[in-house]
């Protein structure tokens, strides 16, 4: 079975500091991983996209690696910002599949 | 380029009514997929499309929901005799060709809030 899991559920930490998301998926033989930012009310916006042959990407303040032999992703946020308040969704495709699995998302709050 | 459009944002509806929810894809993309997003969940794939033709629709509930996606206009997505399980966000997504394939990057739309009362 096809499964995401994020963790932590939810994050709180103060303005400024470095922070890491996780994600975990059950089958390894994805074709690529997505890491997704959601705002309340909002629709979702791609961050990070990691094709299975990569190990990491990044984008400014982001950075997300891919382990596919444990089934792992972490997306590193640094110097956090209250504007990063927002839940991130962790999403995985697979070869076979039409669509991609999603994980139930980290809710992370940047305090000032 | 205008992104994804979705409407009605917000619907309400009364237990037994039809919801229809539209989804614009992104100018060029031929490729359309239908997600919900249950409170505290995360999005669970309903079904893909292309122009005329549903490709796979294993995430469907077996009745009462329905998708098309006509050569002329937007797709639809209909929930006949709505039920209070029901109420959830529905996203709908759209790529040009199969998503995170080189180059086929998948862009979502801002959601439909249905609420069952």
């Known amino acids: 079975k096809q499964e995401v899991t994020q963790i932590p559920a939810a994050l709180s930490v103060p303005e400024g500091e470095n922070l890491v998301l996780n994600c975990s998926f059950t089958d390894s033989a994805i074709y690529n991983l997505q890491w997704f930012r959601q705002d309340p009310g909002k629709g979702l916006t791609s961050l990070l996209l990691i094709q299975s042959s990569q190990r990491e990407q990044t984008s400014g303040r982001l950075n997300a690696s891919l382990d596919k032999s444990s089934g792992r992703s972490t997306l590193y946020i640094a110097a956090s910002q209250p504007g990063d308040s927002a839940t991130y969704l962790c999403a995985v495709s697979y070869p076979l599949n039409n669509d991609m699995r999603f994980g139930a998302g980290t809710r992370l709050t940047v305090k000032p | 380029n205008a992104g994804v459009m979705q409407n009605p944002r917000h619907l309400v509806r009364r237990r037994g009514q039809e919801a229809r929810l539209r989804c614009s894809p992104m100018?060029?993309?031929?490729?359309v997929y239908w997600y919900r997003q249950l409170p505290e969940e995360g999005l669970k794939f309903m079904v893909y499309?292309?122009?005329?033709?549903?490709?796979?629709e294993s995430g469907m509930p077996k009745e009462r929901f329905s998708a098309e996606f006509p050569k002329e206009g937007p797709s639809i997505l209909r929930i006949q005799q709505v039920v209070r399980g029901d109420s959830a966000a529905y996203f709908c997504?759209?790529?040009?060709?199969?998503?995170?394939?080189?180059?086929?990057?998948?862009?979502f739309g801002e959601g439909s809030w249905l609420t069952v009362v």
């Open positions: 100018k060029g993309h031929s490729h």
């Open positions: 499309l292309q122009k005329e033709n549903i490709i796979d």
């Open positions: 997504a759209s790529s040009p060709g199969t998503p995170g394939r080189t180059g086929n990057t998948i862009y």
